[in-house]
């Protein structure tokens, strides 16, 4: 098991930039695959950034190029570094870890992003 909790969201205007934290409860050194999901009001959760365990990265289409995915083993932290932030980007965003290729998903409590004009 593994508790998650995010931080760093906040309000900015568009073109800006935020970097989300998730920190895990124990070592994510063995955990299989971390990342951030995102929700929109109205909209589906939708995966934005994943990075395993062997610090392999993908992203979603719309935020490739802007959106990079790290992770920090030493401190048990995942890091979201999102910038030329859209209005698009709006959501709740939720830190994700799989800790095994049949294992649930654990998840945080999310963090609200707003990007305002």
């Known amino acids: 098991q593994v508790q998650l909790v995010e931080s760093g969201g906040g309000l900015v205007q568009t073109g800006g930039s935020l970097r989300l934290s998730c920190a895990a409860s124990?070592?994510?050194?063995?955990?299989?695959?971390m990342g951030w999901y995102r929700q929109a009001p109205g909209k589906q959760r939708e995966l934005v950034a994943t990075i395993t365990s062997g610090s392999s990265t993908n992203y979603k289409d719309s935020v490739k190029g802007r959106f990079a995915i790290s992770r920090d083993n030493a401190k048990n932290t995942v890091y979201l570094q999102m910038n030329s932030l859209k209005l698009e980007d709006t959501a709740v965003y939720y830190c994700?870890?799989?800790?095994?290729?049949?294992?649930?998903?654990?998840w945080g409590q999310g963090t609200q992003v707003t990007v305002s004009s």
């Open positions: 124990r070592s994510i050194f063995s955990i299989n695959a």
């Open positions: 994700y870890a799989r800790t095994g290729a049949l294992a649930p998903l654990y």
